[in-house]
Structure formats: structure tokens, C-alpha cells
């Protein structure tokens, strides 16, 4: 029965080929647009989630105070109150996990012909760990290095490139601000940050060499901020009073001062980056939705017309034995046809939409199976919900008044 039905269905459309074209074309724009929504939508929240993930997890940066000269309030970092003594006191709190102090800097560094000005950092081996960061190629430098404030260093991708194209820079000696380094390793690479910096853009060396024989520091083992990384997700709540507490007990800060230090939780404000981009996604996905509402007002419109027409073919379907609930679901599959046809196409024009965006936009773009079979259920759904008033109107229709019917 079904099948003679979906057979009676086919033809009823194949009679009005242009009609049915159109009723369709609502539904493929429909799904193609939310297809290539989503697609688009979930690569930007995959691009952030990416940063996020380069970032480290769990961390925390702990900034020098701020000062006052002249009236004029300096803003954090200004002042510098924070030692190498401090990170390692705080890499002994039972929340903590990783700690690695640092001074930053921008240098010029040269290799034969080549130079190229990048971002220094001295710090210690931890870095690695709290930055989640994997050596490529050869060692890192260790903790005699930093005790020794030996001239070595860890150079990003960019570096790399820049200074040595495709040859293998390990063992090979740079000179940063006419000062030789030996480089002992190679950083994996890590793509940009959430502000767009370029995170391969930058040198590793021990600490104490950055303070003692290139930038030189104001006071004896001060740095100019703290990274710092919690044991878990949970603990970072607990993690972050320790850390105060502990930071105003050693720099003497008496009760109602305020902090010479602030600490700002970077997993907060990356997942709030991460919420936005969601909040993003599911937006464009809504807004594309209201297409597959139209089409689905467009088949209502044509199952309309089409009763209308065949009002008396309906008629006699029931003189001759046809059942209400015949009529109903003949009309109904045709609703249904013409969604899950249109859907069908629709999803080949929304996947290679998102394609074509990802290669002529370089737009990271994101198609999952899952965001495909959605669009598709509630592309069925809008057939099945716009067909069903049409065919419960043909299935309601008294015989005598449909073969009446001019």
C-alpha cells in the first residue's frame, strides 16, 4: 500500500515538474544555508577552543604592581615586586601544579645574513609544562642552565623560518643584541593566540640570563610577571586565594592595603571567548533556520493548491473505497518528498558552500555529521508539520461535495 502510494505521489509531482522545482528550492536553500551556518559557526568556535588549548590549561598570571609618579597612576607591571623567590614559593602550594617566572623583551637576533626582531622570554624549564608546550627538536634547556645563566636558547617556528629557512637550527649559534646563544631546541608549534599574536614568534632562554646579561632587571631577581598553573579546573578558585594570601604574607602588606600584585585567571577569559564564539554559532544557525521556515510555508502553500485542484480526483478515491487516513498520507509523503528531496541536495550545497568559504575565504570551517542529520531531521519535521493541515484538509473532504467540485 505504502509503496503504490509513494508511486501515485511521484506522479502527482512529476505532473507539475516547474511547481514542484520551485516548492523545492525553497527547502534546499533552506538546509544549504544552515548547513554552511553551522559549518562556518562551529569553525570559529573550533579555532577559539584551538587558542584556548595552546594557551595551557588552568592558568593563571600573577602581574607586578602599579605605581605612582608624579600623580600620574602607572598601570600593572610598572612596578617590579615580583621575584623568581615568589614563583618558587608559590610552586610549593598544594593547588599549584607548575609555576614559571618571566622577563619578557623584544630583541634583535642574527644568524649568518639573516636577522630578525622577535619576543625574548627568560624564564625556567617549567615554562614548558605550564605552557603545554612540546620541544620539536632537540632539548630543552635545564635548571643547571638557569643556575649558570648559560647563553642558550629555545627558538619558536618563526624564528626558525625566518633565520634559517629549512636548515636544522639545534647546535647552531645566534647572536641576540650581538650576544652569542647556543640553540639547544626547537618549540612545537602553536598558531596565534586569541589576540591574533603570533605565538611562534618568540625565544626561550633561562631566566637568569635574561636578567644578568640582556635586559638586565631594576632589582636583583625580579620579574616582570609569573605564570602559574593550577591542579585542576576545580581548584583554581582555592588556588587563586593561596597564591594572595601567600604573595601579601612575603611582600609584608598589611591588613586593608592593597595588593602590589594582581592575578588574572586566563582559563576565565578564554572560556568567556569560547561562550561568545557558541553564543555566535548557535546564532547564525537560528538565523538560517528561518529559511527552512519559509520553504516550509511554500509547501504548505503548494499542498494547498494542490488539494484544490484535485478536489474531485479526491472524491472519487473515496467513492471508490479510499479511507480518510489514505487521503491523508497520500498527501503527507508528497509534503514529506519534497523535503527530504530538497533536504538532500540542499546538504551537497551547504558542504560545498563550506568548502568553498574555507578555501577562497580562509575561513576555518567545521562539517560535522551531526549538524548535517539535524538539518536534515528538521528539514523532515518541516515537511511533515506544513504538509499535514493541507492533507488533513483533503482527508476531511465529504465525497458527494468533492465530486461536485469544479
Not at 577552543?49 to 592558568?59: D, K, P
Not at 618558587?88 to 626582531?117: F, K, R, T
Amino acid at each position: 500500500m505504502t509503496g503504490q502510494m509513494l508511486v501515485e505521489a511521484w506522479r502527482a509531482m512529476e505532473a507539475n515538474r516547474l511547481r514542484t522545482f520551485l516548492t523545492m528550492l525553497g527547502m534546499v536553500i533552506g538546509v544549504g544555508a544552515v548547513v554552511l551556518m553551522l559549518a562556518i559557526g562551529q569553525g570559529a568556535q573550533y579555532s577559539v577552543e584551538q587558542s584556548i588549548a595552546s594557551m595551557g590549561s588552568n592558568l593563571f598570571i600573577i602581574l607586578s604592581g602599579s605605581s605612582t609618579s608624579g600623580g600620574l597612576r602607572m598601570g600593572s607591571g610598572a612596578t617590579p615586586t615580583l621575584t623568581v623567590a615568589d614563583a618558587q614559593a608559590i610552586s610549593e602550594l598544594p593547588e599549584i601544579s607548575a609555576v614559571a617566572p618571566a622577563v619578557p623583551g623584544i630583541a634583535q637576533v642574527v644568524y649568518g645574513s639573516n636577522n630578525w626582531s622577535t619576543s625574548v622570554y627568560g624564564t625556567t624549564p617549567a615554562f614548558l609544562a605550564v605552557r603545554n608546550w612540546t620541544i620539536a627538536r632537540g632539548v630543552p634547556f635545564t635548571d643547571s642552565d638557569v643556575r649558570s645563566a648559560t647563553r642558550v636558547a629555545i627558538l619558536g617556528q618563526t624564528v626558525v623560518e625566518n633565520l634559517f629557512g629549512n636548515d636544522d637550527p639545534v647546535n647552531k649559534t645566534i647572536r641576540i643584541n650581538q650576544s652569542p646563544y647556543l640553540v639547544v631546541g626547537v618549540l612545537g608549534a602553536k598558531g596565534q593566540s586569541l589576540d591574533g599574536r603570533d605565538q611562534d614568534d618568540t625565544i626561550l632562554i633561562p631566566v637568569t640570563t635574561a636578567q644578568r646579561k640582556l635586559f638586565g632587571t631594576q632589582f636583583q631577581g625580579s620579574v616582570r610577571f609569573i605564570m602559574a598553573q593550577a591542579s585542576s579546573a576545580a581548584a583554581m578558585p582555592l588556588a587563586e586565594k593561596q597564591m594572595t594570601a601567600l604573595l601579601r604574607q612575603r611582600h609584608h602588606i598589611q591588613a586593608g592595603r592593597d595588593d602590589d600584585f594582581s592575578i588574572r585567571n586566563l582559563t576565565a577569559l578564554a572560556n568567556t571567548a569560547a561562550q561568545a564564539t557558541q553564543a555566535m554559532s548557535m546564532m547564525l544557525g537560528a538565523i538560517a533556520s528561518i529559511s527552512l521556515l519559509v520553504g516550509g510555508i511554500g509547501i504548505m502553500n503548494i499542498m494547498l493548491v494542490s488539494v484544490t485542484e484535485r478536489t474531485r480526483e479526491i472524491g472519487i478515491r473515496m467513492a471508490i473505497g479510499a479511507r480518510r487516513r489514505d487521503i491523508l498520507m497520500q498527501f503527507l509523503l508528497e509534503a514529506v518528498i519534497i523535503s527530504i528531496a530538497g533536504c538532500t541536495i540542499g546538504v551537497f550545497f551547504g558542504v560545498g558552500g563550506a568548502y568553498a568559504v574555507n578555501r577562497f575565504a580562509q575561513l576555518t570551517v567545521v562539517v560535522t555529521g551531526v549538524s548535517i542529520l539535524m538539518a536534515f531531521m528538521v528539514a523532515a519535521g518541516v515537511g511533515v508539520f506544513f504538509g499535514f493541515y493541507p492533507a488533513r484538509k483533503a482527508a476531511r473532504l465529504k465525497p458527494i461535495d468533492a465530486l461536485r467540485y469544479q
